[in-house]
């Protein structure tokens, strides 16, 4: 059972060393959205103001990846008034963060002036030590992502270099020059080093750890080989079901029709294992865009035909001005 670095076990079983049956709980949607997006976004906040008791406003931050966990702090850092750039390496989360309003840039193009870094990604050494040595002084240096891989702290501990600690969690690293970064938790994860995780949140992954056991442990013999699965989305319906009574929820029940039409049972699951639930609002910046052009084309935008061949010529032109084939 896993919740983070799940492309570490599909490598094990490709490789054929994965020795007994592994579930991947971090990409289950439950763990994705509640633990990752929504935890996140209040969390980074709650361990920067434990330690630093920084103001968050006109403070220029740059966040290292836009994952969920990434969307999730600079969503927050972004509502407190922070000036929020993004640095990351996938072209699709690259282009949400552009239409969430984010500034996307190379991390080498802004370490000089940012006042905070904020890594995101699960990856290894993305703040290496040729960053660390250009940061401002008094830059605050923090990691979100996974453990403790993501900041080269190792190249700090070197004869050059002083480290003050300054309270808990909170170590001084100071130049010759006298500079000095603010590292936060020694590089690994600040909200689970320094902040509480609220109990409705872990209450919703740890049923999704439990029903990952169930699932397993009921399984009849031969179901799981040495492989990776995903929890089946019938149970992350479940899950979710369960914590909807804390907000005095009440679910619409589809009628037989309905779900006769939809090819549904009236009980779910409701969407089908390629169903990425994404950001909501990227989608409803494209049609605001296309709105806007269809409008002053004074074409009517009630037609959704209209808006989807709209955003299919964008496409087609974009492709063309490019000079590219992306499907190559």
């Known amino acids: 059972m896993h919740t983070t670095k799940s492309y570490r076990l599909y490598q094990l079983s490709k490789a054929g060393r994965l020795c007994v049956p592994a579930m991947n709980i971090n990409d289950s949607v439950t763990k994705q959205k509640f633990d990752n997006l929504y935890c996140c976004r209040e969390s980074i906040l709650d361990g920067l103001k434990r330690l630093t008791d920084v103001m968050f406003g006109g403070k220029q931050v740059v966040v290292c990846g836009y994952g969920e966990v990434g969307k999730g702090c600079s969503a927050a850092l972004k509502a407190m008034g922070s000036i929020v750039y993004i640095t990351e390496v996938d072209p699709i989360c690259a282009l949400q963060a552009c239409m969430d309003c984010f500034r996307l840039v190379k991390l080498n193009d802004v370490i000089r002036q940012v006042d905070m870094v904020i890594t995101c990604t699960g990856n290894k050494n993305v703040v290496g030590r040729d960053y660390l040595d250009r940061m401002k002084n008094g830059c605050i240096v923090c990691n979100m992502g996974h453990s403790n891989t993501e900041i080269d702290v190792a190249s700090l501990r070197s004869p050059e270099l002083t480290w003050e600690r300054v309270r808990s969690q909170v170590d001084h690293v100071i130049w010759p020059d006298g500079k000095r970064i603010i590292l936060l938790a020694e590089g690994h994860l600040l909200n689970l080093s320094c902040s509480t995780v609220p109990t409705f949140i872990l209450s919703i992954t740890a049923t999704t750890q439990v029903y990952y056991f169930y699932n397993l442990y009921n399984a009849p013999e031969g179901r799981y080989n040495k492989d990776v699965y995903l929890l089946p989305k019938k149970m992350d319906e479940f899950v979710a079901g369960l914590h ?19 090819g549904l049972t009236k009980t779910g699951p409701f969407k089908p294992n390629y169903y990425r639930w994404g950001n909501t609002h990227t989608h409803s910046h494209l049609k605001h865009i296309m709105h806007i052009y269809t409008v002053k084309a004074g074409m009517n935008m009630n037609s959704n035909v209209i808006w989807r061949s709209s955003m299919f010529l964008w496409l087609t032109v974009r492709v063309f001005i490019a000079g590219t084939n992306p499907w190559k």
């Open 244 to 262: 909807l009574p804390t907000f005095d929820a009440h679910l619409t029940e589809l009628t037989d029709e309905q779900a006769k039409y939809l």
